[in-house]
């Protein structure tokens, strides 16, 4: 396979308050690039998988500053459609510090990929890789990008290429109604569904503790393997065999929160790609989670050294 792990989705400019500052008073603010597909994609990469984004760029230097960024990292960017409309969607961070919380703040209406045409994006690339991974924020962008997010899925099932979803709910972008509604076919059809502890309560209702939680999706959606992560709590997984790993979040020194849930994504992903060794994905999903929470900005800039030498902690906290 030419790529290990694709996928598909908006990456935005991140434009953070600094630490201690407010939005509405701060003169500066600390330009970066982060979308959930492509902090997935950027992991992954410095670890060593060879991974391609597809998504809209406009030609402007805002889109050639994500495009460069991200093969920067080492992510193959052949598959952008660059576009002469449009524009790059924008999200302002005012950075909290306990007890104040960070808040997020977005400029991402009618961005480029958002006017994706689903007729003419290209989609037949899906024979090159070995792995799609999708989340739930784009099909929220708009019809066009739920439509191609679904092409390529359905591609990818007819193809044999597992697939990997992360529920990755955001109620800045739509209704709980409305996701729960859309998001479901996408979770039925996946190998991999990742989802977080209160969007499994959020869109479905779900309640418990998380072991239940987690075997509500999985009878809800029948994936292969379900995985609920539980922020500072750690992460469980349920097989459709019935098999369960639970591990615990490793003690972080917290600089940066944002990204962390996509860290885990990814070091889920590398850990079980290449023969399916849940026990092995969580630990590595929790250790770069971990990692990720000592690094400002949204992606997790860690090498394969540095995520296997946080490993060790991780084995002193699976529960089988």
């Not at 529920?167 to 709980?176: F, H, I, T």
């Not at 209702?205 to 998380?210: C, D, K, N, V, Y």
């Not at 292969?224 to 992460?235: C, E, H, K, S, W």
């Amino acid at each position: 396979m030419r790529w290990e792990v694709v996928s598909f989705g908006e990456t935005m400019i991140r434009l953070a308050v600094p630490l201690g500052e407010r939005l509405e008073t701060t003169r500066q603010l600390e330009v970066g690039i982060g979308g959930t597909e492509a902090n997935v994609l950027v992991a992954l990469a410095r670890l060593g998988r060879r991974t391609a984004w597809a998504s809209v760029l406009p030609q402007n230097p805002l889109g050639e500053r994500i495009a460069r960024e991200l093969a920067w990292h080492g992510v193959d960017v052949s598959l952008v459609q660059w576009v002469s409309h449009g524009r790059i969607g924008i999200y302002f961070l005012d950075t909290g510090v306990p007890p104040r919380p960070t808040v997020v703040l977005y400029d991402r209406a009618r961005s480029a990929i958002a006017l994706v045409d689903p007729m003419v994006f290209p989609t037949d690339w899906i024979v090159d890789t070995g792995w799609l991974h999708l989340t739930g924020i784009t099909p929220a962008l708009s019809e066009g990008c739920q439509r191609v997010a679904w092409t390529l899925l359905e591609r990818a099932r007819v193809l044999g290429v597992p697939i990997s979803f992360d529920v990755n709910y955001r109620s800045r972008l739509w209704g709980a109604e409305e996701a729960a509604r859309v998001l479901a076919p996408f979770c039925a059809q996946t190998t991999i569904l990742l989802c977080g502890e209160g969007d499994a309560r959020t869109l479905w209702g779900l309640a418990g503790e998380p072991e239940q939680i987690a075997a509500g999706l999985a009878e809800r959606f029948r994936a292969p393997v379900t995985v609920v992560t539980l922020g500072d709590g750690g992460a469980v997984a349920l097989t459709r065999d019935g098999d369960k790993v639970s591990v615990g979040a490793l003690p972080a020194t917290v600089i940066d929160r944002v990204g962390a849930g996509d860290a885990f994504a990814a070091g889920f992903l590398h850990g079980y790609v290449d023969d399916r060794d849940l026990e092995r994905a969580m630990r590595y999903g929790t250790a770069l989670a971990a990692l990720k929470l000592t690094i400002r900005g949204d992606l997790a800039l860690v090498s394969a050294a540095e995520l296997e030498a946080a490993l060790a902690e991780t084995r002193r906290t699976i529960v089988r």
